[in-house]
């Protein structure tokens, strides 16, 4: 199974889901691999302060992320690709070899139109590829439940033809603060209740959906 979060935007927040989705995935014990496809490598120098036990490897270009996807998924049960941020040549032929599309969206005009444009290389590379893959999820980010622009972003997801996560990630700054203190928010002593269920709901809420499109 491989699993990519992906946006046309930068700074939605898919590192982050990266990140504590390949955390959670090794505590409950699956053999996983991580591969970085961002020019920038925030994933890897996050995740390798994180633990020194998940495989990190990286791919910047196009026949880096061809080659590495298809040697790498012969030897895990679960590959997680972070995207490149923005419209990158990388992030298609990335959704040409995923299973399973994450994409983030923070409540922003802006944030949302690069959405519906990942959703639109999503359809055009099911097309291409006639297997139904990649599945994709929406993933409500930075919501402010009493704000305008959030409210506006849940009632747009609810219009979505991809599933929506139950969960959504609530705008809290334990999650900016976490990759400078190198951890997932669930070990940082401080962090609010709220961030550290919300993040393990939604990466086991992830996990799911792609047991559930394994199966098929």
Known sequence: MIIATTNAKGGVGK????????????Q????????DCDAQQSCSRWLGQVSTEIPIH??????????SVFDLREQTDLLIADGPGGIAEQTRPLLLV????????GPS?????ATLITLDMI????????????????VPNRIQHHM?????????SRRLEVPVTETHLRYLQVYARAPGLGQVVWDIPSAP???VGDMQVLCREILNYADSGSSE
């Open 193 to 195: 209740s709220d961030a």
């Open 15 to 26: 590192t982050t889901i990266a990140v504590h989705l390949a955390a959670m995935a090794h």
């Open 98 to 105: 995923s299973d399973l599309a994450i994409v983030p969206c």
């Open 148 to 156: 305008t622009l959030s409210q506006e972003l849940l009632n747009a």
């Open 28 to 35: 409950l014990g699956k053999k996983i691999i991580v591969l």
């Open 123 to 138: 359809e055009e590379c099911r097309m291409v590829r006639k297997d139904g893959y990649p599945h994709a999820v929406f």
């Open 109 to 113: 005009k802006l944030d949302l139109e």
């Open 58 to 67: 990286r791919a910047s270009t196009q026949k880096e992320i061809f080659r």
